[in-house]
């Protein structure tokens, strides 16, 4: 487990907006949590809210964490790190929940016990105008006379409350009065699913947490071995020497209804593997008409997905230069997580496959590439054997399977990898750097 990071924070509050003339630097995690049912929060003084970690599951296997204070006086909450979501949320009980639960830590968010909540009215002009950016239109709830939102998800996921503002502890203390969703209900299409319990919506919406504080660029690093990470939010000198090549971010002003606005969206111009340029036309990487087919970077996913024909390009060459490294499974009825059909049989009595002879594939973005090599190419399927075999996937996806009208580059394949999101200047860097290094390196600088 990496020791926590210690905390910088140079701030000051102005018209409910965190101002930043320093940065915060937060520790990183990815962990699995056991199912729990909705239950209240949990009371935390204020020398315990040092960030810790846990871990969200949609139907992904890791989802990025950070631990959060929350409310007065504050809870611990876990949230997901999401680039791909606007408004920030919390799991809250019913309102007859009035203590803390016995146990711990737990899951939700206990509003009843926070004298700073604040639950926002359908007449205000939070609920009628900046929540134009979500999916769904926010709408009043009749009985309550609240702002409700309901918000779904890829995996057929879903989750309504209300908007709501409350007190956010980010870094030493220092309180943010923030519009979060108050969700009182939940669906998962799978029973084993594990549910969430928390999100940080990090892209560029008037609800995100980004466009809250009025930072102008947040960076993260995301390792590999030891699960860990960094989350730097605003601006800061680092102590290690970087070499980011920057990709512009798309803009398209008309609305489209496939096209995400306020998504970190880049040109993806091709894909590589090993030195095979695939000839994927270029009409398939842009958006259509529609809007369909932008490439998002979006730390909320965990692997990557392409559009059928690029992906189906991907897959069939990926194919012909493993064909003597790797046995493809012949099984046309087995799709990992609905959208991972190229997999592969590993003998159990290896570790893992033999991952140095992999070719790498390099997403080539305008300006910038990422290449994802090795064990990040392949993930093993717990739980599945074939006479003798474990299951190895592909991590990449096709999106047409889920569905998806959009490529979608996910976090497992940004590990040691710093991601720097510049909204000042429209566009999002990327260098290659050990990120468990660069955690050890600002730990014992004692930032």
């Known amino acids: 487990m990496a020791v926590p990071l210690p905390l910088l924070l140079i701030a000051v509050l102005f018209s409910d907006r965190l101002i930043l003339s320093s940065s915060i630097f937060l520790p990183l995690k990815k962990r699995y949590v056991p199912y729990m049912p909705v239950t209240a929060g949990q009371f935390v003084s204020p020398e315990q809210t040092s960030l810790g970690s846990n871990k969200l599951y949609f139907r992904h296997n890791i989802s990025l964490t950070i631990s959060l204070a929350v409310g007065s006086p504050p809870q611990n909450v876990t949230m997901v790190i999401d680039t791909g979501s606007e408004l920030s949320w919390l799991i809250c009980p019913p309102l007859s929940a009035t203590s803390p639960p016995s146990l711990s ?88 699913d594990t549910m969430t319990y928390g999100l940080l919506g990090m892209n560029r919406g008037d609800l995100s947490m980004v466009t809250q504080m009025g930072t102008q660029r947040f960076s993260y690093c995301i390792s590999d071995q030891d699960s860990s990470g960094i989350l730097l939010i605003g601006d800061t000198e680092l102590p290690f020497s970087l070499s980011l090549n920057y990709t512009p971010l798309i803009q398209i002003s008309l609305p489209l209804p496939y096209f995400d606005r306020v998504a970190y969206s880049v040109e993806l111009q091709g894909i590589r593997v090993s030195d095979v340029v695939l000839p994927i036309p270029k009409s398939i990487l842009v958006p259509d008409h529609t ?71 390099t997403l080539m973005f305008r300006g910038a590439e990422m290449t994802v090599a090795g064990e990040r190419l392949l993930s093993r399927v717990e739980g599945e054997q074939r006479d003798g075999d474990g299951i190895w996937c592909f991590t990449f996806g096709n999106s047409d399977l889920v569905p998806l009208q959009a490529y979608v580059i996910g976090h497992h394949h940004q590990q040691n990898v710093w991601v ?21 390196t600002m730990s014992a600088l004692g930032l």
């Open 420 to 440: 720097e999101y510049d909204i000042e200047n429209g566009r999002v860097g990327f260098a290659p750097i050990q990120c468990d290094v660069a955690s050890q």
């Open 105 to 192: 830590p737990s899951p939700s968010f206990l509003q009843n016990c926070s004298t700073s909540y604040l639950p926002i009215a359908c007449s205000s002009e939070t609920c009628m105008t900046k929540t134009r950016d979500l999916p769904s239109p926010a709408y009043c709830d009749k009985s309550s006379k609240l702002c409700h939102v309901s918000l779904s998800y890829a995996d057929a996921s879903a989750f309504e409350g209300n908007l709501a503002f409350d007190m956010f502890h980010i870094g030493e203390y220092m309180p943010l009065k923030t519009i979060f969703g108050c969700m009182s209900s939940s669906y998962s299409s799978s029973p084993s």
């Open 291 to 361: 809007g369909a087919g932008q490439t998002m970077v979006d730390s909320g996913t965990q692997y990557t997905f392409l559009l059928g024909p690029a992906y189906t390009l991907l897959k069939n060459e990926f194919i012909n230069q493993t064909k003597d490294v790797l046995t493809v499974l012949e099984d046309q009825d087995f799709v990992y997580q609905g959208a991972f059909d190229l997999c592969y049989r590993v003998p159990l009595w290896k570790s893992s496959p033999s991952v140095t002879l992999l070719p790498t594939v």
